[in-house]
């Protein structure tokens, strides 16, 4: 063993936050992995008085970094729920439902086998349109995000500000899963992964080694000089091609990486703003069993929903639908009183309502909490969901500022109460995205109302997918609560006496409310989240002069 050690400077310490590997333990390393071919050094993490983790990064131009144990938290080791968002977003809920009743077969031959990981991809995929991959880059992000350990998210920063270059081997799942996410919010330069087969434009379901990649890496390092780190917490990651190239291997033990702690929201590298599909929770064979259990009874359940939301005054059907689940409460102050423009009770020109937008059916919660009918407007909405909408029917803008302000300015002077969202899209993460002016040139005054949303199963928004479902898919939840913050008013007077331009007003609007509600404010539009999400800028095909001709015939 001394004799090995000091061929190999075996399983010297690193990281000085962890206590140092048994002389037991260090022999069971050496035991299993003789067959191995080894890096130039290997090491383990321990407490240690040497140089530091930084430092020994640093040394390196190159970290070659295992995904599958040296950045996720060990309680992903499982890759089932990240191939169920992919059969269930991209493929529907039959292909969920097979890989589900697959799942007692990838149990027994282990859940982080190869085999067992072939098995699921060839139900996740087999049969999918090959060509760009939205559900890699829209919908496994957020969960990805949510897996990364802080430890190895700090291995991948200290690398990058030592000026190294970052190499992410994904051993597990297939590249095209994991590629857009450690490309887009981690900053990884290159990304090593097993391939899906293509075969007349479909996927296969096969997977095969990305040899010609894994070349073009190895040449990298070797014209670098052999200057390569790698980290891990396995010893298969030893196997792969890349690690055989690294000067340095470090690798953390399996009591060590139990320690690892998510990585928090706050310290995400870039905020996750955007993220697509309709489930609302992580699918491990567990809950997507309870899922696909509760679907019959939450189709009952919700058009029962929706027939007591249309047919029952709100006083009525608020105590009712909150009885089965579906609940709202009003935050913090109560209803505002109906002021006309200057201030002054009674006025018969409307008011204006601005709000952050959620789902489609925040102007019915604002008209609940107001005991009051209001008019809601949008720049597309499905023929469908508005013939759902309790408030009536919901008038559309053309995306003409001219236009838009003049349909706007009509219906506030005839005394309605018109709920406007100037982000002109849904976001479902705690942030706020840029609010259009237009609103604080149309009243001298506002009243800013904040939104949030409480899903447990599905969520009731999405950029890909069939907008026409968004009101079902909210009502199926089996809890669900929204909570409507009125704000105090907010003077837009000066905007039209040219005294502050209507950009600052939004923003000002815009930071009221985020303050409020706890969100941060984003300088995103709906053209940035459709064009991450969906490939598009979301933008429908309505001709200005219909929606004029309709606004007035109505």
Excluded at 427 to 434: I, K
Excluded at 437 to 460: H, I, N
Excluded at 489 to 511: F, G
Aim: net charge positive.
């Amino acid at each position: 063993l001394f004799s090995m050690a000091k061929k190999q400077s075996l399983f010297s310490a690193v990281l000085g936050t962890r206590p140092p590997i048994s002389t037991r333990a260090t022999a069971t390393a050496v035991t299993k992995s003789e067959s191995i071919p080894h890096p130039s050094s290997l090491h383990h993490h321990g407490r240690s008085s040497h140089p530091s983790m930084a430092e020994k990064l640093a040394a390196g131009r190159t970290l070659v970094l295992d995904v599958d144990d040296g950045l996720l938290l060990p309680s992903s080791s499982s890759p089932f729920p990240y191939f169920m968002l992919v059969a269930l977003e991209a493929g529907g809920y039959l292909r969920g439902l097979v890989l589900l009743l697959l799942y007692p077969i990838i149990f027994c031959v282990g859940r982080d086998s190869d085999a067992a990981v072939r098995l699921m991809a060839m139900a996740a995929f087999s049969g999918l349109r090959a060509g760009p991959f939205l559900a890699g880059r829209a919908v496994l992000p957020k969960w990805l995000m949510e897996d990364v350990a802080t430890e190895g998210f700090e291995t991948m920063r200290m690398s990058g500000a030592a000026g190294g270059r970052r190499v992410c081997v994904a051993r597990k799942l297939p590249r095209l899963m994991v590629e857009g996410f450690l490309r887009e919010y981690l900053g990884a330069e290159a990304v090593v992964g097993k391939e899906m087969k293509v075969l007349w434009g479909f996927y296969t379901g096969l997977m095969e080694d990305q040899d010609k990649v894994v070349l073009e890496e190895e040449e990298k390092i070797m014209l670098e000089g052999n200057d390569a780190v790698g980290f891990s917490g396995s010893l298969q990651f030893l196997q792969h091609p890349l690690a055989r190239c690294c000067k340095n291997v470090y690798l953390v033990t399996r009591d060590d990486r139990a320690t690892w702690q998510a990585l928090t929201r706050s310290r995400y590298p870039k905020a996750l703003v955007f993220h697509d599909g309709r489930l609302a929770f992580r699918p491990t064979a567990g809950s997507t069993l309870a899922m696909f259990m509760w679907l019959p009874f939450g189709v009952a359940l919700g058009v029962a929903r929706l027939a007591i939301a249309l047919t029952v005054p709100y006083r009525y059907s608020t105590p009712i639908l909150a009885s089965t689940g579906m609940s709202w409460r009003l935050k913090e102050g109560e209803r505002p009183p109906l002021l006309g423009a200057d201030g002054e009770p009674g006025r018969p020109r409307g008011q204006l309502y601005v709000c952050n937008h959620r789902t489609l059916i925040d102007p019915v919660y604002i008209s609940v909490a107001l005991d009051r009918p209001v008019r809601a407007v949008s720049y597309s909405l499905s023929r469908f969901s508005d013939l759902l909408s309790p408030i009536g029917r919901t008038v559309r803008l053309a995306r003409d500022r001219d236009v838009d302000a003049g349909i706007m300015g009509r219906l506030l002077d005839s005394g309605d109460l018109l709920v406007v969202s100037p982000e002109g899209t849904t976001c479902r993460e705690p942030y706020l995205l840029r609010f259009s002016p237009l609103f604080a040139e149309l009243s001298d005054d506002v009243v800013p109302v904040g939104l949030a949303t409480e899903m447990g199963m599905f969520y009731a928004t999405t950029a890909g997918g069939l907008k026409f479902l968004d009101s079902l898919y909210y009502m199926v939840n089996p809890r669900m609560c929204y909570t409507v913050q009125f704000l105090e008013r907010v003077s837009t007077s000066a905007v039209k006496e040219r005294k502050v331009p209507s950009t600052d007003m939004a923003n000002l609007v815009q930071r009221k409310m985020g303050d409020a509600l706890g969100y941060g404010c984003t300088m995103f539009n709906r053209k940035d989240k459709y064009l991450m999400l969906a490939g598009n800028d979301g933008k429908c095909s309505i001709a200005p002069a219909a929606v004029r001709r309709w606004v007035i015939d109505d």
